[in-house]
């Protein structure tokens, strides 16, 4: 029996603001961003794309309406929650047409919550052979202007399919995780945006990622050489490479290294030009891996997830004969590709207009994709969501 990822998709908002402009203006050596920080552009979301429209122009294109009648279960994973009762999954079970008997639920652990909900869900089909499960994660990473996580934030939902006999990446049995009290970044009930020890959260990371793959290699007797590439939650680029070069050690062999710091390479291309999109980030490093390098069916990915406070957990996946034709690389490369630049007068207005709730759909949608989800008002405390025609 396998169980793993069967189809894989992404959405980032259509504006974006270019980390060497925003260097600039923030008066810092360019390169701290572009080099130190590992960041060449940023997403940046209107107002009319929160987590809801998000997660469901994720999903919209692998959803098919056979899949409509087989999901059970739909799981969103954020820490950008629009409602602290209400989960966003029902909206985006309404939008997608998903058939009634289904459970619909939030997950929470910072960046970290798609995982569990990946393992949730493995488990939970374990004794449904016709079910599927839809995971989605979808955040919007904010840490205020002119604040030390700016050049960390981005906007961006991944939706993955969950079925036995995937046609991209079949879950291994042997996910280990690591969980320590840390407050390394965290943000207290009614907060708009996040606190953060940006030093202690680099650390954390890293020693989170050092206990989870050394109790993963004792318990599984696995070594580097096991894995064709690995791929890690990236807040930032240069997060994952310090972690990974940390277990680089003399004893690794020159081959071993060479292919898994180009693999690093592959598998944070695309975060580069999307920044941190919290929950999804990891997923979005496994699809930007899969779509900028080719592997061999049977080849073993292994994947680092991390959410502040803390949880790590490291486990891997075996690729499927034929995944390559899973994927949907023309269109992800036309969705970043026909992103908008905002300068960073108008990205910092487009903040200010994010913090008061304030529409403006002539420019939100102006070039948007067909049949795109959007936030179109807020009623009474209720938000109505349309279709773009
Ligand atoms: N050229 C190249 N690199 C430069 C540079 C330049 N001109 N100037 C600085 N750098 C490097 C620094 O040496 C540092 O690299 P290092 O970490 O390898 O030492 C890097 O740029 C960042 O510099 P730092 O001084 O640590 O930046 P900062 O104090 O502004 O904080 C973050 C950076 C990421 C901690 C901050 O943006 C943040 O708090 N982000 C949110 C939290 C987060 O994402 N945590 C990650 C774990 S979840």
Known sequence: MTIGIDQIDFYVPKFYVDMAKLAEA?????????????????????VSQDIVSMGANAAKNIVTEEDKKQISMVIVATESAIDSAKASAVQIHNLLGIQ?????????????????????????????PNEKVLVIASDTARYGLNSGGEPTQ??????????????????????????????DFWRPTGH??????????????????????????????????????????????????KALDSILTDEISDETKERLTEGYEAATYYNRYVGNIYTGSLYLSLISLLETRTFEAGQSIGL???????????????????????????????????RTELSVADYESYFARFDNLEFNHDIELADEQNAIFYLNEINDNIRHYNTLN
Not at 33 to 40: E, N, R, S, W
Not at 100 to 128: G, V
Not at 156 to 182: C, K, Q, S
Not at 226 to 237: E, G, I, Q, Y
Request: charged letters at 20%; glycine letters at 8%; a neutral charge.
């Open 304 to 338: 680092f997830s991390y959410g502040s406070g803390s949880v790590g957990e490291f486990f891997s996946g075996t690729l499927v004969a034929g995944y390559q034709d899973a994927l949907n690389i023309d269109g992800h490369k036309a969705l970043l590709n026909n």
């Open 192 to 241: 708009s945006y996040p606190l953060v020890d940006g030093a202690l959260s680099k650390d954390a990371y890293i020693r989170s990622f050092q206990q989870s793959w050394t109790e993963y290699a004792k318990r599984t007797n696995k070594t580097l050489a096991d894995f064709a590439s690995l791929c890690f939650h990236v807040p930032f680029t240069k997060m994952g490479k």
């Open 154 to 183: 981005g906007a961006g939902a991944v939706a993955m399919m969950i079925t036995h006999n995937p046609r991209i990446l079949a879950f291994n049995d042997d996910a280990v995780a690591y969980t320590e009290d840390v407050y």
């Open 26 to 46: 923030r008066n810092v050596e360019p390169n701290k961003f572009l080099i130190g920080i590992g960041q060449t552009e940023m997403s940046v979301s209107p």
């Open 100 to 128: 009634p008997f289904a459970r619909c639920f939030e997950m929470k652990e910072a960046c970290y919550a798609a995982t569990p909900a990946i393992q949730l869900a493995k488990d939970y089909l374990a004794n449904r």
